[in-house]
């Protein structure tokens, strides 16, 4: 009996054990379940999973209730995550704990903080919002490595999401609206 009461908990924990490493992570700033996006299987990442999965981290809401519009972009470079939210009233600055083995990714934690960006960038930012919807659900790149930018926006109702791995690298003008895009955020 002992002998059977031993291998059922071995066997238990270790199931326990496999299945978590499987399953969602948990964002302990928040306690909640983060969701771990499954790219095994797609040939192109899902601009939206992504998205959705900073969202949950930031504890940002999935649509913002006012017709103001608004722009969420996060920078994946290879030692961090850096994010921007950005609206007519305010900015944001951003840091989240992306991970991404190229089978699972997830995105266990996102803080923000308000930022010191002017009216005037957020206004220049904001002025692309209607070009930048029509890449929506697109996912593309030019080159391995570098930054991979999940790029979120809000207008006239409307959602729109997209990414794009090294748009600077490109020559499309997919990419060169968004470089211009990550010029203005420098500016």
């Known amino acids: 009996m002992r002998r059977i009461a031993t291998s059922l908990i071995c066997v238990t924990t270790l199931a326990a054990c ?13 306690g909640t379940v983060a969701p771990v996006i499954d790219l095994s299987h797609m040939s192109r990442w899902p601009p939206y999973e992504f998205l959705a999965a900073f969202d949950h981290a930031g504890g940002l809401k999935t649509s913002p209730s006012d017709a103001e519009p608004e722009l969420r972009l996060w920078v994946a470079g290879m030692m961090e995550t850096k994010g921007y939210i950005i609206s007519t009233g305010r900015a944001l600055d951003c840091h989240a704990l992306y991970r991404n083995d190229g089978l699972k990714a997830s ?11 002017s009216g005037e960038t957020r206004h220049s930012i904001l002025t692309l919002v209607g070009e ?3 890449l929506n659900g697109k996912s593309w790149g030019c080159a391995f490595g570098g930054y991979t930018l999940f790029v979120e926006g809000f ?14 690298l490109c020559k499309d003008a997919d990419s060169q609206l968004v470089t211009r895009l990550v010029g203005a955020l420098g500016s």
């Open 107 to 117: 995105v266990d934690s996102a803080h923000c903080a308000a930022s010191f960006m």
């Open 132 to 134: 930048l919807s029509a």
């Open 155 to 168: 207008a006239n109702h409307q959602r729109f999401s997209f990414l794009v791995s090294n748009p600077s």
């Open 18 to 30: 496999g299945q978590g490493t499987e399953a969602a992570r948990i964002d302990q700033s928040r």
